[in-house]
């Protein structure tokens, strides 16, 4: 089965592929950084002494998954004290109400996913026309190059707009046995299917917004990357349940770089295929 496939057309939780709501273990990924989500989806735990910072969390139905993976690592979710996303769509957005109440924690988000989480998807320009969330008040805007600050956790946001306008990354330097590893949270620039780029764009600037982060990614310093699904890192190579813990597991920098430019090939082949079609 290609989640890949499946997730660029799924549009409702009736129709959801089972790995999303499957439960996977929660694990470290180095640090203060944890895999939290489902055996698809992502969910990222990022701990400090002050709180932690949740990012995404799957399926509406997805908290009480979420909730013992925390606490597996022996962390609480009532410490939760921002909330981020990497993209406003439903399949990683829609716990996000509930966690917020449960928690009280802020929801910070980047300008245009700000719009949608508030409106829970009906201004999403491919999507929307209906709500596919939960909306969520959203508390603080960020923007790119801003470091967010909790406790000792220094974590820095990317504007990776094109699969959802506000797509974002985030970055941070980790510290584990006399090493720093640079890791990033990254959005890729994947393109869910029906989406226009050029020719009736979903979206004006759609196309500039991926060619962007395609030049902004592959420029990237990085040691280590999550996404926001673990097939697009290919957790379930890297890491099996009970592995022990090594700060090297999720070391890829060469799969990080291939995988930004395979997506970046897909893009331009659809924009050469737009452009070709639209030819008198
Ligand atoms: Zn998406």
């Known amino acids: 089965m290609s989640t890949l496939l499946l997730f660029s057309t799924v549009t409702s939780q009736a129709a959801a592929p089972d790995s999303w709501s499957q439960p996977f273990p929660g694990h470290r990924v180095i640090g203060n950084l944890y895999a939290v989500g489902t055996y698809d989806l992502s ?24 909730r013992a993976n925390v606490e597996s690592l022996g962390f609480r979710l009532e410490d939760v004290k921002i909330l981020l996303s990497m993209q406003a769509h439903w399949d990683h957005t829609a716990a996000l109400a509930e966690i917020k109440d449960l928690t009280g924690a802020e929801m910070w988000a980047t300008l245009d996913d700000d719009r949608v989480l508030e409106d829970g998807g009906f201004s999403d320009p491919h999507f929307g026309g209906k709500q596919s969330f939960k909306p969520i008040t959203v508390d603080k805007r960020i923007h790119a190059g801003e470091v967010i600050e909790l406790g000792d956790i220094r974590l820095t946001v990317h504007e990776h707009g094109g699969h959802t306008e506000g797509s974002s990354s985030y970055s941070m330097t980790v510290r584990e046995q006399d090493r720093d590893y640079r890791v990033v949270i990254a959005n890729m620039g994947t393109i869910n299917s029906g989406k226009r780029l050029v020719v009736d764009p979903t979206y004006p600037g759609v196309a500039e917004d991926f060619a962007e982060t395609f030049r902004l990614q592959k420029a990237m310093a990085v040691d280590i990357w999550v996404a926001a699904h673990g097939s697009q890192y290919k957790l379930h190579e890297k890491y099996q349940p009970g592995d022990p813990y090594r700060p090297g597991t999720f070391v890829d920098p060469d799969g990080f770089l291939q995988e930004v430019q395979r997506l970046e090939q897909l893009y331009l082949e659809q924009v050469a295929v737009e452009t070709a079609q639209a030819a008198p």
């Open 43 to 66: 969910v990222y735990l990022i701990t400090s002494d002050a709180g932690h910072i949740l990012i995404n969390t799957g399926l509406e139905d997805s908290t009480p998954l979420i």
